[in-house]
C-alpha cells in the first residue's frame, strides 16, 4: 500500500504542469469566446471543429514554448526560473495568438483582453509553480548521494550540489586512491546515488559497469572526450556499433541555411532596435564626452581576427596599462550607464553589424580576446575546438552556463554545441536567449583568479 502511494503522488507531481497548461488554455478560451470570437463571426462563422481548431493551435503554440524555456520543469528548477519560464511562453503565445486572431477578423482586435488574459495567466503560473513544486518536493525527496572523487579538490562540485539542496544531498564521499574494490563495498553498502567526479578512466568505467549492473544511479562529470563522442553519429557499416566524429564542424547546407537566418534576423533587429541605438548612444557620450562605441580584437571561426562592435561601459581610459583582463565582479570601471546597459544586454547591439558583416553568427561560441585566448591554451589546449565554427552573439554556455562558470565547464557546453549541431538547435538556442537578458546570474563578472583557474586538471587521466 505504501508503494502504491508513493507511486499515486510521483505520478500527480509529474502531471500538475500538463494540468496547468490545461488551465491557461482555459483562460484563453474565455478571452476568445468572450472577446474576439464575436468580432470575428462578423466575418467568419465557426463550428465546433473550428473552435477546437483554435484551441487547439494555442495549446500546440503554448506547449512548444513551455517545454523549450522549462516552464514544465517544476521541480527540476528553482521556482523563479519556472515562473520566468511560463511568463515568457504566455507572452509569446499570447502575442502570436493576437495577430492570427485578428486576421481571421481581417481587422486589429482590441489588445486590452489579450493583455487581461496574460495578467491572469501569470498569476496562475505563479500559484500553479508554486503547488507543483511542493508536491514534487514532497513527491521526490532530496537525493542521497555518494561522492568518489580523485586528487582534485571536491570544494567546486559540492558547490554545485549544494547550491541544490531540495533536489540532492552529498552525504559522503571516497577517494578512489582507497581502491576500486573497497569503493564498491562502499556503494553496494549504501545503495545510494553516485556522483563520479575527477577519477581514472579505468576506474571510472568500472564503476560506470557497477553502478549500471546494480542498478545503481549515478551522476558523471564528462571530460572533453566524452563530450565529443556524444556528438558523434552511429553507424552500422559491420556486426559491431561504429561511431563517427567529422573532421569539420558543420557541413554546407547548416552553413547556409546558418547564414541565412544570420542576415535577416540581423537586418530585421537592426530596424527594429534602431531607437534604442540612438538613445544608448546620446546617453552614453552625454555622460562623459567619450566615443559611443567599443571596438576589441576578437577571434571568430579558426582564430581569424576581427574587430568586435559593443556600446562603450567602461571609462575610456579602463584599460590604459594595456593589459587584457575580463570584467570582475562589482567592478570600478564600469560607468554607471555601463552598468545599466549591461545589466539588459543592450550594450551588445552594435554586434549585429558583427553578424550583418559575417565575422560572427547569431549563436555560437562568444568570442575571445587573443590574449586571453594564448592564456587559455597555454593551460588548456583543447580550447581551439571551440574555434571550429564561427563565434556568436549568444552561445550555449552562455544560456546553460553563467558569466562566471569556469573556462573549462563554458569549453564543455560549447563543444556540446558544436557537436550536436542543428538548425532547430540554432532556433532554440535564440528563443532562450530572450530568456537569460533577464536572469542577473547571467551578467555576473568573474571571481577573483578566475581566469587562471582553466580547471584542465580533469584531463590529466584521460
Known amino acids: 500500500m505504501k508503494d502504491y502511494s508513493a507511486s499515486i503522488k510521483k505520478i500527480t507531481a509529474l502531471q500538475l504542469p500538463l494540468v496547468g497548461i490545461l488551465l491557461q488554455v482555459a483562460v484563453y478560451a474565455w478571452v476568445w469566446f468572450v472577446y474576439y470570437y464575436p468580432l470575428v463571426r462578423l466575418r467568419l462563422k ?45 507572452i509569446l503565445a499570447n502575442v502570436i495568438s493576437y495577430f492570427q486572431d485578428s486576421l481571421l477578423r481581417n481587422w ?53 550540489f549544494a547550491s541544490r539542496p531540495d533536489r540532492y544531498r552529498i552525504i559522503s564521499s571516497m ?7 573497497n569503493v564498491e563495498e562502499r556503494i553496494l553498502k549504501a545503495k545510494k546515488g553516485v556522483v563520479l567526479w575527477d577519477i581514472p578512466i579505468y576506474e571510472r568505467n568500472q564503476l560506470i559497469k557497477f553502478c549500471y549492473t546494480h542498478t545503481i544511479r549515478m551522476y558523471m562529470m564528462p ?53 534604442i541605438f540612438l538613445v544608448t548612444a546620446a546617453a552614453i557620450h552625454l555622460y562623459d564626452k567619450g566615443p559611443v562605441f567599443y571596438k576589441q580584437v576578437r577571434c571568430t571561426m579558426d582564430q581569424k581576427e576581427f574587430k568586435i562592435i559593443k556600446f562603450r561601459s567602461m571609462r575610456v581610459d579602463a584599460e590604459k596599462d594595456g593589459v587584457a583582463r575580463l570584467a570582475a565582479q562589482n567592478d570600478d570601471r564600469i560607468t554607471p550607464i555601463g552598468h545599466f546597459i549591461r545589466k539588459v544586454r543592450i550594450d551588445e547591439l552594435p554586434q549585429l553589424i558583427n553578424i550583418l558583416q559575417g565575422d560572427m553568427s547569431f549563436i555560437g561560441p562568444r568570442p575571445e580576446r587573443p590574449e586571453i585566448i594564448a592564456q587559455y591554451v597555454e593551460e588548456m589546449p583543447e580550447f581551439v575546438f571551440r574555434m571550429k565554427v564561427k563565434a556568436g552573439l549568444a552561445g550555449y554556455a552562455q544560456i546553460y552556463g553563467k558569466y562566471n562558470t569556469t573556462p573549462y565547464d563554458k569549453l564543455k557546453l560549447d563543444l556540446t554545441y558544436i557537436q550536436n549541431y542543428s538548425f532547430w538547435l540554432d532556433i532554440k538556442l535564440m528563443l532562450l ?9 547571467s551578467t555576473e563578472g568573474v571571481g577573483e583568479g578566475q581566469v ?9 587521466h584521460a
Request: with cysteine; glycine share 6%.
Open 108 to 160: 486589429t482586435l482590441d489588445v486590452f483582453p489579450m493583455v487581461l488574459c496574460t495578467f491572469f495567466q501569470i498569476l496562475i503560473a505563479i500559484l500553479w509553480v508554486n503547488i507543483s513544486d511542493w508536491t514534487y518536493k514532497k513527491a521526490f525527496p532530496p537525493l542521497d548521494l555518494i561522492l568518489i572523487h580523485g586528487a582534485r579538490p571536491t570544494e567546486d562540485i559540492t558547490g554545485k
Open 175 to 181: 577517494d578512489i586512491a582507497d581502491g576500486l574494490e
Open 46 to 90: 465557426f463550428y465546433f471543429r473550428g473552435h477546437l481548431l483554435v484551441l487547439f493551435i494555442y495549446l500546440v503554440l503554448l506547449f512548444f514554448f513551455m517545454t523549450t524555456y522549462g516552464g514544465t520543469n517544476a521541480g527540476y528548477m528553482k521556482k523563479i526560473d519556472v515562473i520566468l519560464s511560463q511568463a515568457f511562453a504566455l
Open 452 to 460: 587562471t583557474a582553466m580547471h584542465n586538471e580533469e584531463d590529466k
Open 433 to 441: 536567449t530572450l530568456k537569460i537578458l533577464l536572469t542577473p546570474e
Open 223 to 275: 571530460k572533453i572526450p566524452d563530450v565529443l563522442i556524444k556528438g558523434s553519429v552511429q553507424l552500422h557499416l559491420f556486426d559491431t556499433p561504429l561511431y563517427m566524429t567529422r573532421e569539420y564542424a558543420l557541413s554546407f547546407g547548416q552553413r547556409f541555411w546558418k547564414r541565412a537566418v544570420d542576415v535577416v534576423c540581423s537586418l530585421i533587429l537592426l530596424i527594429v532596435t534602431s531607437p
